[in-house]
């Protein structure tokens, strides 16, 4: 049912410092109660931590299906203590005791056992009593249960276990979301059995404890968000599931704490699932009660309060949301300028023809608006049949501001009405704001259309060179399939990019075979003296493209040569050597 696997199956799972220090953990003997149940794997591993890890490996025919650690760095079981736990099995099968899949185990207890069992557990981890307070989920799937009343608040209270339960480390996020999702399965288990108000408890219960206090952690990699995220998608199956209407009112006010939570935080991301949720999932009558929700969530306007205009403006958005299919013209005009929805208003007014009230409505706000919102308007004046009055806002902006993206916008903008000169006018300048290969190219395309190219292009050449933009020059020179220019210039280059580096040597492969080899050498020299794994494997696809080309020049002893030399000077480097031997160099 295992598999057989090697070291080399290990290092390509866990990778090459994880391989190696999971081989230092095995030799010390830091797999401890090693298990083997059915085709998994389970031990405890001694850590950095008073308390050991635990680590589990599942196979299936082809190999690892799916690895686990309690480690910080544990999830997908890439770490060190699962890299310990496969040597172990791979040297020491016989140290792995054969038990039951858990779900027999316990199936063949009795109740007092299980009774005994379950106290055994409390006496060593007294603080998981709280999971005796709730309902739980049965053991089959889609058996009919019990009314029973339902109270998000157990649930809650284990949440809040989780925060107080998780110590003080470092990854201190990360212990407690995994914590907050053993309590989230509860819920998934009701869902398996379509108890779906048993279900909704245990997701609002969790979703109101991690909103109340998420702003006491930094959340860095998005562990507690990620549970609130499950928590909002277990609620979208029960509002889908459930018909009763206490119970779908309950659903759609723990979703609508969540969204407002996340607006009242500024939009970080909690609640941008929501919407979607309630509105593939509400009844019209129940979007009608949300949208009076909102109303009354709408904060009092205030003259120069940022933070609430925009979550008037987040607000104002969902409300239009919920009622589209109810507002005439004249009840969605007003709530767009109740809100600060100003795209919304400004292209619901060209959509009725009032072009003049569309431009007073933007030059009332426009000192008040950003450049990306003035480029959005823009757009929609545009595609309305008005590229005119867009043009006029872009260009006023861009007088009183240095943003590229306008000059962009209006190069664009002209290229596509046909006046080319101005278009190359801006492209100039925008080339000498940011000279990148796409802005050379945009001049390019312009000028060649306006017949100008072969006048303009030795001059901004030499512009170039005399500002030693040296490895654009490289750049151009390639793109325009100019090799021996590309290759001059590099030499001025003062620490060319690897990146560079390569395509120079790409490109000089057919014409100039030599010097592609002398490149490859140089990144080959580079990539050892930086060491690790990745860096000798991408050394050896060098290599490979160098023998290809030594062999091309009917040059196979200077190849021999040189890659003997090569193994020779690094012969203390046994990774290296590995993967020149994989490489079969």
């Avoid at 199956?237 to 704490?257: H, I, Q, S």
């Amino acid at each position: 049912m295992i598999p057989q696997f090697g070291e080399d199956d290990i290092l390509g799972r866990v990778g090459e410092r994880s391989f190696e220090l999971g081989r230092r953990y095995f030799r010390q003997g830091a797999i401890f109660n090693a298990r083997r149940q059915g085709s998994t794997l389970k031990a405890y591993c001694e850590g950095s931590r008073p308390e050991p890890y635990h680590v589990r490996v599942s196979f299936s025919s082809k190999g690892i299906e799916e690895a686990e650690c309690s480690c910080p760095v544990g999830s997908g079981g890439r770490c060190k203590h699962v890299a310990a736990l496969l040597f172990t099995w791979l040297h020491r099968p016989e140290g792995f005791r054969e038990v039951e899949e858990l779900d027999k185990a316990l199936e063949r207890r009795s109740k007092s056992e299980l009774i005994w069992l379950i106290k055994q557990m409390l006496l060593r981890r007294p603080e998981l009593e709280v999971f005796v307070e709730a309902p739980l989920p049965s053991s089959g799937r889609g058996k009919r249960r019990r009314r029973r009343p339902v109270d998000p608040e157990p649930y809650r209270c284990q949440a809040a276990a989780a925060f107080h339960c998780s110590g003080d480390y470092w990854d201190l996020e990360a212990q407690i979301a995994r914590e907050l999702e053993a309590i989230v399965a509860i819920g998934d288990g009701f869902a398996e059995e379509s108890d779906w108000a048993s279900a909704a408890a245990v997701y609002q219960g969790v979703s109101a404890e991690v909103l109340a206090r998420y702003q006491t952690f930094p959340d860095e990699e998005g562990e507690l968000a990620s549970v609130l995220w499950r928590c909002v998608e277990g609620l979208g199956r029960c509002l889908a599931g459930t018909r009763d209407p206490e119970a779908r009112e309950r659903v759609l006010r723990a979703l609508f704490e969540v969204y407002l939570s996340d607006v009242e935080l500024g939009g970080v991301g909690l609640g941008d699932e929501v919407p979607e949720v309630v509105l593939a999932g509400a009844t019209a009558e129940e979007r009608r009660k949300l949208a009076g929700w909102v109303r009354s969530a709408l904060p009092k306007a205030q003259r120069g309060e940022w933070s609430v205009k925009w979550r008037r403006k987040v607000l104002g958005g969902f409300l239009l949301q919920l009622e589209k299919d109810e507002l005439d013209d004249e009840k969605f005009l007003e709530i767009c300028r109740e809100t600060g929805r100003l795209g919304e208003l400004v292209d619901r007014l060209l959509a009725l023809g009032k072009l003049e009230e569309a431009e007073a409505e933007v030059q009332g706000s426009v000192n008040s608006i950003s450049d990306y919102e003035l480029l959005e308007l823009a757009d929609i004046f545009k595609r309305h049949g008005h590229p005119e009055v867009a043009e006029r806002l872009v260009v006023e902006r861009s007088e009183a501001t240095k943003d590229w993206k306008l000059l962009e916008w209006l190069v664009s903008h002209y290229a596509a009405e046909g006046e080319l000169a101005e278009a190359l006018e801006l492209a100039l300048r925008l080339f000498e704001l940011q000279p990148y290969l796409s802005r050379y190219q945009k001049v390019r395309e312009l000028a060649e259309r306006l017949g100008r190219w072969g006048e303009l292009r030795q001059g901004v050449l030499e512009k170039l060179a005399a500002e030693g933009e040296h490895s654009l020059l490289v750049e151009i020179h390639l793109e325009e399939g100019e090799i021996d220019q590309a290759l001059e210039l590099l030499n001025r280059v003062g620490h060319p990019g690897p990146e560079l580096i390569d395509a120079v040597a790409c490109a000089a492969e057919v014409s100039r075979p030599r010097e592609a080899i002398r490149l490859y050498e140089l990144r080959v020299e580079r990539l050892i003296e930086l060491r690790g794994r990745e860096n000798y494997r991408e050394a050896c696809r060098k290599l490979a493209r160098m023998r290809e080309l030594y062999r091309r020049l009917g040059e196979g002893n200077a190849w021999e040569g040189y890659i003997a030399a090569l193994r020779e000077r690094n012969r203390k480097l046994p990774a290296f050597q590995d993967e020149l031997a994989k490489a079969g160099l």
